[in-house]
């Protein structure tokens, strides 16, 4: 607003001042300085709702919708891969990081259960894996793909599954997704994963090293489930953290002073979508499990899938429910906005109108006729002053029995 | 609308009496004067539809949207855990109240049926009921979970369900949720509550002491049945309370001159999520009931969980109908404030049109040109200020000719 | 309008003659007056649009919410309970209009079929009945209940289902529901009504008197098909008057002068949610016979209920189609509703937009400046008149070029 | 425009020449004038949004909505029934037409494939046919119904199948549908038509008369399937004019000037919901075709139906594509109408704002203070007339800057 | 805005210049060199918004509509035809261009497996060589059928298949598309394109010649396989052009100066419908494949047409989100277009209204009435202005302390 301010004063500092100049510089001199002052001032006032340009992630929607599934291999090699093997039973733990792929080769009839997990993907180490523990080429292909939708594959001699971990980046706002690849064989367990700097499961490394714990004590399907089942309940953190961040802008909302707050709801409801297309696919793979009739799979852990595919429904659910709020909060938001300016533009258009008679009564007595009554009586500029007052309270008082304020 | 009064006011002073003091002092004095009354007005008046911060509780959207199944137990161990006891047939009935947990596991092979009621939660009484009881390690897991979806897990030998019991907050019209857990085994029922001090199975409690009662005659599954009834019937006590505000919220927007009733209705969507998460599990889980093939439920009482199946239908339909209807409250709300704001823009921009006219002929008469005819005239004012008279009536008839009032 | 012409008209008055009076009480005077005038033509007027209190129907949403199975018995008791029974085979017909409601049970087994219509529920009498006729005690619980939602009940020796007639009140525009149970026992059919003054069956009770008609017949299936029938047959009467208020409504929309119109619209939004309530449950209802093996219902009445079937299929699918034909209409009622408004409010622009520079131009020369041009020249006045004239027909051409009319 | 533009001149008439009367009736003189002028120039212009009254057909939606399955029979006996026979087998074809209805018994059983059409319905008639050749009394009931929904009836004996023949009448641009019954008995296709004057099957009539076509080789199934077929692709035609009425309206959108379009697209919406109610029970009809396993269809022609099949189904989803399309249209012209609407308030709030400050000044140098500075400069009024001019253009630039045009 | 600009310009040199001439003709001039220029200025000005006539594509939308599966064969025959064979076993491979169609005929039992393409439709061919590989006539029809919805067809001794090869075009940035009939007889793969220049199979062609690969070990069913996926495959560099669209589309929404966004859109979720359209039939069709029992599919292949089956699935969910998108998009696009225009007629709604108080202020000074007080005082001049400053300031602070800005 004080730029406006300014324009007024600099509107009178002609009238009262540079008229003396008599020229027309003084004109240039107060649109350079007035303007130079209205640059500076500009982003942070009238144009705060106007120009979203840099808020808006457009790259964030070219990484949501991307998907392609076997043409194209964009995926980069990684540069570098590591290996690590838990090879357990009941009794005793080996764990093992290894330098080169070929190693794992040896766990493949090592009589106990065996936990390898590889991280980085290089097309190379993951065909020879396959090969090797006689996978089927077209699984090699969906482990190399990129966001490719999470699928249950079930072969005589193992199942395939292929899931997104999901993180909460808290700086950019993201659902961020790494693709997990998981084969379950005879006594063996193969995890794929994209990145070798973080995943979730941590503390079922902490709970093998318990010989008590039950993951020692049964098969490799029990592990198989545990792999599910971690990264099914890290998506409960993921939706709490997005969660925290709904009500942060629903705050925004309702204090009502944020411009980005339709950005920052659009950006929510973007990730949503990340979530919508991890969670559909996840069911059907869990429920998949349940299904299946493999030899490899143990009657007494279907509970434990069971388990699984109960939260993943609940997950589904529960992202369901985040739409609705958010769906709702932007309505509420569009109403706030739209409430504001209607009041605003009411205020301008009554105060307006208000002035406008007594307009009227300035220019009646100010007409030149020479026969104009009450020119010459002393409480004529008084009568004409009352007027202008009087009528404006008049109207004021009749606006406010109709409820217009 | 006083302070802009106050404002015409003020500025009439300026003209009349401080402008003898002929010095900017004068301009500090009201500015001082009124903005402090205006602060006080403010928040009655013009700004009604603007701050709803406080109104708008961020916290409930929190509540709804939490969900946490098995990963971090948040859940506070209660303090105090109550064990009650009705362990009955058609002949006698013994009611104890217990100081400890282990006193109930006599109950499990009582030879009559046993209904052990466990309020407060606390883990290591839940796994020695459990281990005591043979119930399986992920339904004590379940029953020590928060916010829960509604499930029923089948077993050999026992029936396992969990649900939410709903009450209605009248102070903060608010559906709250308590969960319960229920385990059918042989001859047993018992029930995890979170709250020792509300539950809905009084009148039930009553039954047990009439001999003659139903459920006296009956096995665990018949009390097992009422439980589920029970809660079920009082959600419609819930929807009922529910439907009272959504009538209350409607004669606000009928009245339309409430600025909170925006949102009064997304808080009232936001409770119907609670009961659309709620129902949509629950029908499933009775369905359950209704196709398990347990030994544990009796034939012939297969019609009481129909039944029960029917309620909970009707339920689900039901808020799908408050849906609807607060659907199309929103719709009428926000049609009711806009045609309420374009009204008064309309009557202001007709009266500030109409008072232009008035200003042209006093500006044309007001110039100062030597010649200017009828000046002279004796009746010159009047026929000026006749034709400022007469021209907004004549618009002002044409404007109602085509209907703009 | 009128009150803003006499607005306009005092307002001048003062200017003219109470001016004369020199004090402030004319203002009191002529604020009296008009404001009395004022409240009198209000609520036809402006305020036409802002003040649906009392035409919004808030107790007919308490009516469409409600629903309460079985816990709270509202239920009044019938004061008179009227019994009628039709007792014949396809020789003869023995119609009785019982006192009591124990003469009835003598039909048990009277080797012809019976009909025992019982007008009016009272907790005793229904359970008598139910006992004499082996109906659960569960049904006793559905028959009195409230707002129960349609539904069918097989037993071994009856089948029982609940529906409701409907009825479409002219006066209120609502559509009125009266629940049905019809029990149908071997030889007996049982129909209970809530109201003893109306019913749908007039036509039936024809069609039994006279011996050659197919009911005569045929046995009690055939007469549970007809009464059947016959409630859903006269759903589709009342969907041709709920037709005939939504071409009342859209007529109204296409008038486009009548304020109430969107309440009228969301008032029929209501009376779909009670059809839809109804169509679907009976849709499940009538499939329920069909697909039933009892031994009560003949395989070539089969081809009967079928028909039924599709009759209630149409009435679903028809209300669906009411439901967008009041949508698209609700649509087009808003944007006519802004586009009245917008055309409006662009002329008032415009008109004032118009007599801006003739402001201007009066401005200029109303200067006091000494030395302006044209000032003392005989055509001055003239030329300034003819320019407040030439601009705004001017400005008007090129608003006309731009399409802005 | 040219209303204001003559109440602009006779605005000034009054100042400069009818003023010379000095009276009111020169008022009364020019009110009379130019508002037989508006009269005869206000339909085509403002108010050409606001009054579509005539254009708005409620009646189509009448019949939309009407649906009347076997209540009361509305249904007019035709004054007229034509009946024409074709009896043929590959060697020979019969082809006559009927004086009555009687004649059409004898091709019962006439060793050959025999069609019987007959256009127009009389009870009496239906009933008679429909006893010779056994056909259930429920389908003489819905073959007279009227707005029956599409349906397949199978018995031992026959299929009876009933749907809509579709029109597209380019003069109300409406759907229009035709009833039609189809039986298929032993070597008989019967064919009830309501309308005596248009059917699909021309080209049927021409393939019969050639002993090469397909149809003559084969039985009374294949002729059935030949009648589906046509009808079905029939719809395609209905559909591609009523696409090429959407290309109509969605020109009309782009250009922007027809303040029909709304109602036009409403109308196309209502036509849309002719469509679906058709398309979908009539995919369960020729659904039922193919699952049959009635003798009277050769397991060789199932092929056929199968066509029939996908192209309801083509015609069905093509139709929700139309609907996608129609919400796109109505979403795009209703912006289009805002945007437009808003440039005009735009551009008018800018001159009126513009057009202030000139407003400002003329009014401070024509106050009537003795020691106005300036005002006996020679150069006082050239400068106040600089600053009216350039005031405004810094505004402008100022506004440009800012990108507000 | 110059145009305005120069009609500030021309307004006062009327004023100040031409008024020497004191004649009317002055108006002519200046009215018909501004309007020149205007005419050249306008369309890229105000009426940007206004004016979408050419933008948008009524064409595109007639092409999408159109569907015409059997009655009207609009389809021009193909002016050449292209007939290529491969036909080939593990050891040799034959690779012919064809100058008729007849010559094909010879590898309908060549003993090796042959894939015979035929680019460009004419009836005589298809037909010819449908005859020959005993294909039904109904297939030859949806061979030559224009925009068949895709579709899977299984007889006895071939499957036959039509779907639609889809291509981006990045000048219309529309997605067109081509339909494809693949025939897999006994060790015969038959294709035909309407379209000789372009079609999704080089790579296969290249693989083909190399005897190492897959496709020369295994048999027809594989080389279907082959054809199919890259046909789904090719869908997705579709959706990622597509996607890149959005991209675009999507920035330009956040730059926010674009008129045309609005159209953009529209193009878009027609665009979508295209896909819409091909994803849900192909998936059924490739579904076909999986549950086809047919000899001609060998077990072992199952697995590649289960890749194929997740890949069109995937498709279609990606497009689900494109929508979610392009829907979300939309809603931003126009409330950033509102919240622009509210911005500015705020400003000239608040600048207008500060003005007003130094016109009243003005006009009460500028009143003849002879007693005006300060009007002979040296300083009343200053003072008013000083009033004319002060007052807009102070109503700025109060605008400003409501949050106004």
Known sequence: MLDIFIFMAAYFRVGLTCCSTRSLLCCNSFTNFPVMNLDKLRPDKY?????????????????ILSANPTIIPHREEATDVTVSVYDYDSNSLEERK???????????NSGRTSWIN?????????????????????????????????????????????????????????????????????????????????????????????PASKVRQRGADYLCYNLLDMIVDHYFIVMEKLGNRIEEVEEEVSRGNNPRVLTHITQLRKELIVLKRNFSPVRELVNGFLRSESGLLEERHQKYFKDVYDHIIQAAELSENYRDIIVSMQDLHINNVNLRMNEVMKVMAIVTCLLAPATVIGGIFGMNFVAIPWLHSPYGFLGAVIAML????????????RGWF
Not at 98 to 108: L, Q
Not at 392 to 401: A, D, E, G, N, T
């Open 47 to 63: 144009l705060k709702y106007l120009n979203p340009t840099n808020l808006f992630a457009t790259k964030r929607t070219k990484e």
């Open 390 to 401: 009087v009528i404006p309270i008049w109207m004021l008082s009749v606006f406010k029995k």
């Open 118 to 210: 590889i991280d980085g993907l290089r097309k190379k180490d993951v065909e020879s894996v396959c090969a090797h523990f006689d996978i089927h080429p077209l699984i090699v292909e969906d482990i190399l793909s990129l966001n490719q939708r999470p699928k249950l594959d079930e072969a005589d001699n193992n199942i395939f599954c292929l899931l997104n971990m999901l993180y909460y980046n808290e700086t950019t706002n993201a659902v961020e997704q790494e693709q997990i690849s998981i084969i379950l064989a005879k006594d063996v367990v193969i995890s794929f994963q994209e990145d070798a700097h973080r995943d979730v499961f941590n503390s079922l490394r902490e709970r093998l090293k318990s």
């Open 98 to 108: 290894m330098s080169g792929i070929n190693d794992c080769f040896a766990y493949k």
